[in-house]
């Protein structure tokens, strides 16, 4: 069975900072791709960012320059480290794993920018 675990989400004024974590089961090496999503209410869920398994990132356009998707292979955790936050920027967050023929969603951590 895959897991993912989020982790690291809070409350934060605009400008700040915080950092996600998504812990996998099995080691993340044998993920495809994993990467972050987000959703607010009324809204589609949309790509913030993601990494290939060989380390190639791409990231959604609001989020250039402010956030970084980075892997700790060892940990078998993904990171997003987020910075310059805005209110905008508030929504559930989701970690995506493909691995194999499957895609694996964590429960979500909700971040919530103030102004």
């Known amino acids: 069975q895959v897991q993912l675990v989020e982790s690291g989400g809070g409350s934060v004024q605009a400008g700040g900072s915080l950092r996600l974590s998504c812990a996998t089961s099995?080691?993340?090496?044998?993920?495809?791709?994993m990467g972050w999503y987000r959703q607010a209410p009324g809204k589609q869920r949309e790509l913030v960012a993601q990494i290939t398994s060989g380390g190639t990132t791409t990231y959604g356009d609001s989020v250039k320059g402010r956030f970084t998707i980075s892997r700790d292979n060892a940990k078998n955790t993904v990171y997003l480290q987020m910075n310059s936050l805005k209110p905008e920027d508030t929504a559930g967050y989701y970690c995506?794993?493909?691995?194999?023929?499957?895609?694996?969603w964590g429960q979500g951590t909700q971040v919530t920018v103030s102004a």
């Open positions: 099995r080691s993340i090496l044998t993920f495809n791709l």
């Open positions: 995506r794993g493909i691995y194999g023929l499957g895609q694996y």
